[in-house]
């Protein structure tokens, strides 16, 4: 089955600890991308990846860092997490052709608690 | 940042009526899709409709697209309960980064 998963899927962590979020794909996708969402602001974009060893910043990458070695896998990490930072994180992959998306398959998002 | 913003926020609908909700967006784009998420769940992708594009169907889901004033709206037919959700459109720029709107939540009464 075609899909994106994340984990954990839920996590509660004191500031200040280093954590890290997994995203795995099975579908080949070049593009992979990490979005938070808070109450009343939609989806904003984090970090995106458009192959191995390719990433770049999005809107809000500030105490975020994420790496891609493998085409599958794009893990995002907490390096010193915050409050502000308590959030639900998605995971999303896309086929990438040329500068224009298909459509964006999401995994199931992980609902994260910094205390 | 945030390109789209959807109108309404909320949205509530007798079953079987008919639910609209519009997308305005700010540059010019590559393609606009619109997403469904169920109460905290991933994000569905609905349809994508290209700048070319003015009007697009998928079974009772139409979208339009008018570039010259920046907006597409979602027509989703004959509602169901199953469609209580949040729906979201996305904008493509051509600069690598989808952009989302904030979301209308439609609320569907049996």
């Known amino acids: 089955e075609a899909q994106v998963t994340q984990n954990p899927r839920y996590l509660i962590t004191v500031t200040g600890k280093k954590l890290t979020v997994t995203c795995s794909q099975n579908m080949n996708h070049e593009y992979m991308s990490w979005y938070r969402q808070d109450p009343g602001l939609g989806l904003r974009q984090i970090y995106y990846?458009?192959?191995?060893?390719?990433?770049d910043k999005g809107d809000v990458p500030e105490g975020y860092k994420v790496s891609r070695k493998e085409k599958r896998n794009f893990p995002l990490i907490l390096e010193s997490p915050s409050p502000n930072q308590t959030s639900l994180y998605f995971c999303a992959s896309s086929i990438l052709t040329s500068s224009s998306y298909n459509e964006q398959f999401f995994g199931p998002g992980t609902r994260l608690t910094v205390l | 940042s945030q390109q789209g913003e959807e109108d309404p926020q909320a949205l509530s609908i007798q079953e079987g009526e008919n639910a609209t909700m519009n997308c305005s967006y700010k540059?010019?784009?590559?393609?606009l899709q619109w997403y469904r998420q169920n109460s905290g769940r991933g994000l569905v992708h609905l349809i994508l409709?290209?700048?070319?594009?003015r009007e697009k169907h998928s079974g009772r889901l139409r979208v339009t697209l008018d570039t010259s004033k920046k907006s597409s709206s979602l027509l989703i037919t004959a509602s169901r309960a199953a469609d209580t959700a949040s729906y979201f459109c996305?904008?493509?720029?051509?600069?690598?980064?989808?952009?989302f709107g904030a979301g209308t939540t439609v609320t569907v009464r049996a």
């Open positions: 996305a904008t493509d720029a051509g600069d690598y980064k989808l952009s």
């Open positions: 409709i290209r700048s070319n594009e």
């Open positions: 540059t010019s784009i590559n393609n």
């Open positions: 990846s458009m192959n191995v060893e390719v990433t």
